[in-house]
């Protein structure tokens, strides 16, 4: 089977950084993914991790370790504009399905 | 490059009716996926496919059904509607089923 967890909110600071952790459980595990979301958009595609390490895009990063079935999301520089909700994906199961965790909301105060 | 278009944007069926949503994938695109999203759910999935095949379904009654065809566009169709059914109703796609997923906007359907 599979099961994904990551906190339901967090709140940061303009110009600070955050971390979104995701923990997950996905047997025959095939990849981690992160999405964004904002209010009554679309999830716009982040960042994609297979194997262990730490993938970097401009101010986002995210860490994957398979043995710790854990990920995170890094965000640098936070501005006002990532205020969102933050989806953690995992892919693998009997069937290899992409399993969605319920999303992180992030609020970025001033 | 265009992206994924769904139509139509927004729906409203009342409870009994059957509704067909449309999914025009990124060119390229042969892997086509639907998703369910509500408030209290999050993202809920529904179907993939590829190359015309299902390759997966999520745990929703046989009232929802889809398919693919052989341009890789694909609906998706509820029969019966419930009250329960109004949600977003979001399809993705990519190259192969593995490969990061792009999204459309969705079709917002309600059921009165």
């Known amino acids: 089977g599979q099961n994904i967890d990551q906190p339901t909110e967090m709140t940061a600071t303009e110009g600070a950084i955050v971390q979104i952790n995701c923990t997950y459980q996905t047997s025959g595990f095939n990849g981690l993914f992160w999405y964004q979301q904002h209010a009554g958009e679309a999830p716009t595609f982040l960042s994609y991790?297979?194997?262990?390490g730490l993938e970097e895009k401009g101010r986002f990063s995210s860490f994957l370790s398979r043995s710790k079935g854990y990920s995170y999301l890094l965000l640098k520089e936070l501005q006002m504009k990532d205020s969102a909700s933050y989806l953690c994906?995992?892919?693998?199961?009997?069937?290899?399905?992409?399993?969605f965790g319920t999303g992180t909301l992030l609020a970025v105060q001033p | 490059k265009a992206g994924v278009t769904q139509t139509p944007r927004y729906l409203i069926k009342t409870r009994g009716q059957q509704v067909t949503l449309s999914c025009s994938p990124i060119s390229g695109h042969r892997s086509v996926s639907w998703y369910q999203q509500t408030p209290g759910q999050g993202l809920q999935f529904l179907f993939e496919?590829?190359?015309?095949?299902?390759?997966n379904k999520g745990n929703f009654p046989g009232r929802f059904s889809g398919r693919q065809f052989s341009n890789s566009r694909s609906e998706m169709n509820v029969s019966t509607l419930e009250l329960g059914d109004s949600a977003l109703y979001l399809c993705a796609s990519s190259l192969k089923p593995e490969q990061p997923q792009h999204f459309g906007d969705g079709t917002r359907l309600s059921i009165l």
């Open positions: 496919y590829f190359s015309e095949t299902q390759r």
């Open positions: 991790n297979v194997l262990d």
């Open positions: 994906a995992s892919r693998g199961g009997a069937t290899n399905k992409l399993i």
